[in-house]
């Protein structure tokens, strides 16, 4: 007899997503069910929703048990969703997060999870060769991906690919460890998140997989764009030996952040304190 797969726990951040998410989390479902042999359970974060991604949830609960679901009334963004999810990470061996549109498919984030005997944290690459593109992104989004790489690259030298890629499953450890330096609430969490895994000295594994561009991307590249190269110069500067001497630009942050209509970065956890936005 096979020895019992590791527990895993699956993330899927949610902010308005009723049209799309409902047919991913059965497909999920079923295919972890028949698939896979350790115990398993989804996790919707509902971001804020104003929709009815909530009854939508709800609905695919029915014959999947394994669906559950975590619900924050305010706009959080998608990196502070994360971070609440990530709570989670005690109750389980293995813990990871995919896109609410379905564009890896669950057959992909099964192979990454098999990787994980590998790395502390193994990550989806639509960059790598052997990577497999059913539908490509736009060339105006592919560009903006290649500059945004480029910039990150230049500030954290971390060589990895792809860091974008919304598939990603991790070890409880490198979480528990890590999670209290996730402060990162937009889109550029995930450069947060590898960047204090390899401060931090865990091990990650950047594998090719199956990924497929979706309509209606909630990605708007102007005002997202500029969120994210913020975020990207903020945790820079957080990591440099001058971040102490800024901070009376904090309200400028703050400021800068409100006008991009972007959820503020979270202050880091203290022992024995609740986060709080800065």
């Not at 960047?195 to 990650?204: K, N």
Request: charged content about 20%.
């Amino acid at each position: 007899m096979q020895p019992e797969a590791p527990s895993l726990v699956l993330l899927i951040p949610a902010y308005n997503e009723q049209s799309r998410i409902e047919p991913v989390l059965i497909a999920y479902a079923r295919h972890f069910r028949s698939h896979y042999r350790g115990k398993f359970r989804i996790v919707v974060v509902l971001n804020g929703c104003t929709d009815n991604t909530l009854g939508v949830v709800r609905s695919a609960q029915a014959g999947h048990p394994e669906i559950e679901y975590l619900e924050f009334k305010g706009r959080i963004g998608k990196g502070g969703a994360l971070i609440e999810g990530l709570k989670l990470a005690p109750t389980t061996d293995l813990i990871g997060y995919v896109d609410a549109d379905g564009a890896t498919a669950p057959e992909a984030f099964l192979e990454l999870v098999a990787l994980t005997s590998q790395a502390d944290c193994v990550i989806g690459s639509r960059w790598l060769p052997g990577s497999i593109l059913h539908q490509a992104q736009t060339t105006r989004r592919q560009f903006a991906s290649r500059v945004f790489h480029t910039i990150v690259q230049l500030c954290f030298w971390m060589n990895i690919r792809d860091t974008q890629c919304g598939a990603k499953v991790m070890r409880r450890a490198a979480v528990e460890k890590v999670h209290s330096h996730l402060t990162i609430a937009d889109m550029a969490f995930d450069i947060n998140l590898l960047y204090v895994l390899r401060r931090e000295g865990f091990s990650i594994l950047e594998a090719p997989t199956e990924w497929t561009d979706k309509i209606g991307s909630k990605v708007a590249l102007g005002k997202t764009s500029l969120t994210m190269l913020l975020s990207v110069i903020r945790l820079r500067l957080v990591y440099s030996p001058f971040y102490r001497w800024l901070r009376p630009l904090r309200p400028l942050e703050t400021w800068l952040y409100t006008k991009l209509s972007a959820p503020l970065p979270l202050a880091p956890q203290e022992e024995g304190k609740p986060r709080s936005a800065r």
